[in-house]
């Protein structure tokens, strides 16, 4: 079974700093996709960042420059460190798992989902 656990959510002033984590188990990195993607209130369910197994990155347009997407294979783990935050980054953070030799954009192509972690950022 595969679990996916977010953690490091919170609230913090517009240009402020987050990391998020993404803990897994029963999921192999090498050759798999992980993904990071954002829901605001009203909103669909959109991709922030990609990575897969070889350390190549996706990053949607509106967080270019601004978040970097990392992952520890020892430790099972995905990263999304957040920086120059602003209002609009304000959602619910998912982590997603996506068993292929390629990374999709569409949450449809993810199979594991963690809970989400809130981020609020106020300007």
């Known amino acids: 079974e595969v679990r996916v656990v977010e953690s490091g959510g919170g609230s913090v002033q517009a240009g402020g700093s987050l990391r998020l984590s993404c803990a897994t188990s029963g999921y192999t990195y090498g050759s798999n996709c992980m993904g990071w993607f954002r829901q605001a209130p009203g909103k669909e369910r959109a991709v922030v960042a990609t990575?897969?197994?070889?350390?190549?990155?996706y990053y949607a347009d509106s967080v270019k420059g601004r978040f970097t997407i990392s992952q520890d294979n020892a430790e099972n783990s995905v990263y999304l460190q957040m920086n120059s935050l602003k209002p609009e980054d304000s959602a619910m953070y998912y982590c997603?798992?996506?068993?292929?030799?390629?990374?999709?954009?569409?949450?449809?192509?993810?199979?594991?989902w963690g809970q989400g972690t809130q981020v609020t950022v106020s300007s």
């Open positions: 990575i897969y197994g070889d350390g190549t990155t």
């Open positions: 997603a798992a996506r068993p292929s030799s390629s990374c999709g954009g569409s949450r449809d192509e993810y199979n594991y």
